[in-house]
């Protein structure tokens, strides 16, 4: 596996969502103790402000969308393909006492207006599609994008040369798809790639590292 080459998932949307269904009361026990402190850098980059809207992709149990709500912006939307994990969201939602729009939609046909959002925030999600479907999904935050918009996406990164944790990630991969059902890709990359302009890049060491990048959209 060279440094460069990122993995395929052939996953069906199906198949993602009965497994977010399946995992979503677990989810928390499974993720939220390496996974959280990287999402919460991420929201600091977005540093949202008051008169905006902003959308999170793949919001999972709801942890960022609660803490959206409650950092004073206008409005939160937050989407999700699997009910189960909206569901989980919509739980913890209740239970700080926020409010947030909630969609049970695909990340690449988003039932909303362009130029919808003033920002965007996605994590450990843009790695679960397949390499051809990124730059769409990227196009579709995009659109919904205002021409000011920006983006924040946090993602499992093959960036900083051979690491043996992401080896050993990929080839869990490869082998058990239906379980490890994403891989590290290069994040920051893929969004300029997309047309986006990045503004800002961390690498964050999980136990495998992570990219915090911040980006606008360039029309
Ligand atoms: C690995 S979890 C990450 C959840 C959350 N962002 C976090 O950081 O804890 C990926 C999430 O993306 C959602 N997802 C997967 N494919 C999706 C799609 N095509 N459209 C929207 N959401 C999707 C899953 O249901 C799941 O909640």
Wanted: charged residues 25%.
């Amino acid at each position: 596996m060279g440094d460069k080459e990122v993995l395929r998932v052939f996953n069906t949307r199906a198949q993602t969502r009965a497994y977010y269904d399946r995992i979503s009361k677990v989810y928390d026990l499974l993720a939220e103790h390496s996974e959280g402190p990287v999402r919460r850098k991420g929201l600091e980059l977005l540093a949202l402000q008051a008169n905006e809207r902003v959308l999170e992709i793949g919001c999972g149990t709801g942890h960022c969308v609660v803490d959206c709500a409650q950092s004073g912006a206008a409005a939160v939307y937050a989407a999700d393909i699997s009910l189960g994990m909206l569901e989980q969201t919509r739980h913890a939602l209740r239970k700080a006492g926020a409010a947030a729009t909630l969609l049970c939609a695909d990340a690449a046909a988003l039932p909303l207006t362009s130029g919808f959002a003033d920002a965007l925030f996605m994590s450990f999600t843009l790695e679960l599609f397949d390499t051809p479907e990124i730059p769409r999904v990227l196009a579709e935050c995009r659109r919904v994008l205002k021409p000011s918009g920006r983006v924040v996406i946090v993602g499992m990164s093959k960036e900083g040369g051979p690491d043996i944790l992401v080896e050993g990630y990929e080839w869990a991969h490869l082998h058990f798809p239906n379980f490890v059902d994403c891989r590290p890709i290069h994040v920051a990359q893929t969004l300029a790639d997309a047309g986006f302009t990045i503004t800002q890049k961390e690498i964050v060491h999980m136990w495998l590292p992570v990219e915090v990048v911040a980006a606008r959209v360039e029309r």
